[in-house]
């Protein structure tokens, strides 16, 4: 069965790096997203992402924020200076349309920063 | 805007008993709903989705859902408990206008406690 695969399970970085995480999305899906969920809070949106561009994204999302799609398989999300308050396990979704379509997660990255 | 609201952040049922998990939404454009679970160390794994048609859906592991427009909810339920049915569930709203890009608003999570 097709699945999401993110990487690493778990990143602990010092406060002020860059961190990227990785994620495969199914591979004909055609939709991307990234959600971060702080330790005992709700699933919040970060972004999403079609057509290699950015098409929504949250008012988490800001400027230390970045995606990518680089080589057409993986997706990527990168942290420019990482904060404190930036742990989270952050999850990869793939969908193959919008609006009725499932979207499938990856099993999350924990981020640790310390 | 939409938002989605679980009453009860954890759950206890005995096996065997109803699972019943609450879930409230609001939307300004008819939404989609989704029923997603958590099991420990695990990503997210859709139980079931309203979107047209029939109002009572049925997912996976023997859980449904039924949609109520007048009442603005999707309460998700289960007639028998399992040992295997603890984890986090997880209520979430997608726009269904045109020009969306089918990001999810979800719930705070309901976490459902199993005793034999």
Redesign the interface.
């Known amino acids: 069965e097709p699945e999401v695969t993110q990487t690493p399970s778990h990143q602990v970085t010092q406060m002020g790096q860059e961190v990227i995480l990785r994620c495969v999305p199914i591979s004909n899906h055609l939709y991307f997203y990234w959600y971060r969920q702080i330790l005992g809070q709700k699933v919040e949106f970060l972004v999403s992402f079609y057509n290699n561009e950015i098409s929504e994204k949250s008012e988490i999302f800001d400027d230390q924020f970045s995606v990518e799609r680089p080589d057409g398989s993986n997706f990527t999300l990168k942290i420019r200076s990482t904060k404190l308050e930036d742990s989270a396990m952050y999850f990869c979704a793939s969908k193959s349309g919008t609006g009725n379509t499932e979207a499938f997660f990856g099993q999350g990255t924990r981020l640790t920063v310390v | 805007a939409q938002s989605v609201t679980q009453l009860g952040s954890h759950v206890s049922v005995s096996e065997g008993a109803l699972v019943l998990l609450r879930c409230n939404y609001s939307s300004s454009v008819p939404p989609?709903l989704?029923w997603?679970v958590q099991y420990p160390?695990?990503?997210?794994?859709?139980l079931l989705?309203y979107?047209?048609g029939a109002t009572l859906v049925k997912g996976i592991n023997g859980f449904e859902a039924e949609f109520k427009k007048s009442e603005t909810s999707f309460h998700l339920t289960k007639p028998s408990a399992h040992m295997s049915d603890a984890a986090e569930y997880?209520c979430?709203v997608?726009?269904?206008a045109a020009d969306?890009?089918?990001?999810?608003?979800?719930?705070?999570?309901t976490q459902v406690v199993v005793t034999p």
């Open positions: 989609y989704f997603y160390n695990q990503g997210l794994q859709l989705k979107t047209t997880f979430a997608s726009e269904s969306s890009w089918g990001k999810l608003q979800f719930g705070a999570g």
